[in-house]
């Protein structure tokens, strides 16, 4: 019996007993002290049961919750490994979260960068990211320690988890004074698939700052990929010219870079990069003039305006970061 309805026949039966005092002190000569009594007694009977029952409630519902994250986690870690889910409690949860087996999915997962505040901050926030995830009757959301994992059924073939909810759920979180680093996967065409979408998601955390952020790999270009995954050699390979350019156009405003980016974006046309930037063409070509100038590169072709490219996203912290 759900608690609301059981408060409900408790309340029924207090008033049947008050109007059975009540009428028993009016038919009844000296009763009056008798009933105060009375209804002394059903006040506190009420007040006991009640208690009683609001107890023996919360403890059913904890249990339950418990038995629920027990049930999400082993589906979890059976989806991660590539199992089915047996008939029971843990294929009810999938399936009430959408994830059949020839689902589109993608993931999302989450560690906290700072300490945590309260032992429930970590579930309000994996509420959250749920919520900013998409649809929360089509997801599963799973605490495992500091870690947030969530499995989002997509509706259709090219759909992908909103990275732009996401940060905005970020930065709530980050104002409230909880900091996480978020990496969400690219879109996979079955829950088959569901471990190495995991598995991206958990090697994006790698490509953020301490002080975290989100990452969502759907929003990246190949490039943007590679250059968040390049190590100290790469970075090394990177001409000094190149380097020194991007640090120094980083230290001041950065509008030369900008500049070679929306060049890039605009197919090299100069007209349409000055239009973007707001600019006269003729400031746009003294700026990539400057460019060529600082660095070297003829920005007329392509293995050099690739090179000076990645340079930016090693250096400058172009467009590949996500917050």
């Given at each position: 019996m759900?608690?609301?309805d059981?408060m409900?026949?408790l309340?029924i039966a207090?008033?049947?007993?008050?109007e059975?005092?009540?009428d028993?002190a009016v038919?009844?000569?000296?009763g009056?002290?008798?009933a105060l009594?009375?209804c002394?007694?059903?006040?506190e009977l009420?007040?006991r049961?009640?208690?009683?029952a609001?107890r023996?409630y919360?403890?059913?519902?904890?249990?339950?919750?418990?038995e629920?994250?027990?049930?999400?986690?082993?589906l979890?870690?059976d989806?991660?490994?590539?199992?089915?889910?047996?008939?029971?409690?843990?294929l009810?949860?999938?399936t009430?979260?959408?994830?059949?087996?020839?689902t589109?999915c993608a993931?999302?997962?989450a560690?906290?960068?700072?300490?945590?505040g309260?032992?429930?901050s970590?579930?309000?926030a994996?509420?959250l990211?749920?919520?900013?995830?998409g649809?929360p009757?089509r997801a599963l959301?799973v605490?495992?320690?500091?870690?947030?994992?969530?499995?989002?059924?997509?509706r259709?073939?090219v759909g992908?988890v909103?990275?732009?909810?996401?940060?905005t759920?970020?930065?709530?979180l980050?104002d409230q004074?909880?900091?996480?680093?978020v990496?969400i996967?690219?879109r996979y065409d079955?829950?088959?698939?569901?471990g190495?979408?995991?598995h991206?998601?958990?090697?994006?955390l790698?490509?953020l700052?301490?002080?975290?952020?989100?990452?969502c790999?759907?929003?990246?270009?190949?490039l943007d990929?590679?250059?968040?995954?390049?190590d100290e050699?790469a970075?090394?390979?990177v001409?000094?010219?190149?380097?020194?350019?991007?640090?120094?156009?980083?230290r001041?405003?950065?509008t030369?870079?900008?500049?070679?980016?929306e060049y890039a974006a605009?197919?090299?046309?100069?007209?349409a990069?000055?239009?973007?930037?707001?600019?006269?063409?003729n400031?746009?070509?003294?700026r990539?003039?400057r460019?060529e100038?600082?660095?070297?590169?003829?920005l007329?072709?392509l293995a050099?305006?690739?090179?000076l490219?990645?340079?930016?996203?090693?250096f400058?912290?172009?467009s590949?970061?996500?917050?």
């Open positions: 759900p608690l609301v059981f409900h026949a309340r207090h008033r049947v007993m008050w059975a005092i009540a028993w038919h009844t000569t000296g009056r002290d008798v009594e009375a002394g007694l059903v006040m009420i007040n049961g009640s208690t009683v609001a023996a919360l403890d059913e519902e904890q249990f339950l919750a418990v629920g994250d027990r049930v999400r986690r082993d979890l870690e989806l991660i490994a590539g199992r089915e889910p047996a008939p029971g409690p843990r009810t949860a999938a009430k979260a959408g994830l059949h087996p020839d589109p993931v999302v997962v560690v906290p960068v700072g300490p945590v309260d032992p429930y970590l579930r309000s994996a509420s990211l749920g919520q900013a995830a649809d009757a959301t605490l495992r320690q500091d870690e947030t994992v969530i499995v989002r059924a997509l259709d073939r992908s909103s990275g732009e909810s996401v940060r759920a970020w930065r709530t980050a004074g909880t900091r996480l680093a990496g996967s690219t079955t829950v088959a698939d569901l190495k979408a995991y991206e998601a958990v090697s994006a790698g490509t700052p301490p002080d975290g952020g989100v990452v790999l759907s929003d990246l270009s190949v990929y590679l250059t968040l995954r390049a050699t970075a090394r390979m001409p000094a010219a190149l380097r020194t350019f991007v640090a120094e156009d980083s001041t405003d950065g030369l870079i900008r500049t070679v980016e605009n197919d090299l046309n100069v007209k990069a000055a239009q973007r930037l707001g600019v006269h063409i400031t746009a070509h003294h990539l003039a460019v100038e600082r660095t070297g590169c003829d007329r072709r050099d305006l690739q090179e490219l990645i340079a930016i996203r090693l400058g912290g172009g590949g970061t996500a917050v």
